[in-house]
């Protein structure tokens, strides 16, 4: 079981820049597909971006194609969350999730969530 803990988030304006991060402990974190999550009030918890076990291919939700970047770094067991061009639309709890297997991005499959952190964006 891998256990994660997000950081990184804070209120930042329109077009400014966060970067998540998100520190796993358990010496199999390299094997997992990882992913970010987000969850707006009021609106169920939806799929951010996904990483593969090394790297080699990324995946983006519709919303943050062009403006966000996941990666990981195997050696420190974290995965981060480079946010820019932030937009009001974007303020939510953002949590990191270690994928039952590849691509599967249906957060309602995920039973155990870390506290998260938060992103809010002024406009």
């Not at 930042?12 to 009030?41: D, H, I, K």
């Not at 420190?76 to 939510?92: G, R």
Request: glycine share 12%.
């Amino acid at each position: 079981q891998v256990q994660l803990v997000e950081s990184g988030g804070g209120l930042v304006q329109a077009g400014g820049s966060l970067r998540l991060s998100c520190e796993a402990s358990g010496r199999t974190f390299r094997t997992y597909n990882m992913g970010w999550f987000r969850q707006a009030p009021g609106k169920e918890r939806e799929f951010v971006a996904g990483i593969s076990p090394t790297g080699s291919y990324a995946d983006y939700a519709d919303s943050a194609k062009g403006r966000f970047t996941i990666s990981r770094d195997n050696v420190k067991n974290t995965v981060h969350l480079q946010m820019n061009s932030l937009k009001p639309e974007d303020t939510a709890v953002y949590y990191c999730q270690s994928l039952y297997y590849s691509r599967d991005y249906d957060p309602r499959h995920y039973g155990y969530w870390g506290q998260g952190t938060q992103v809010t964006v002024s406009s």
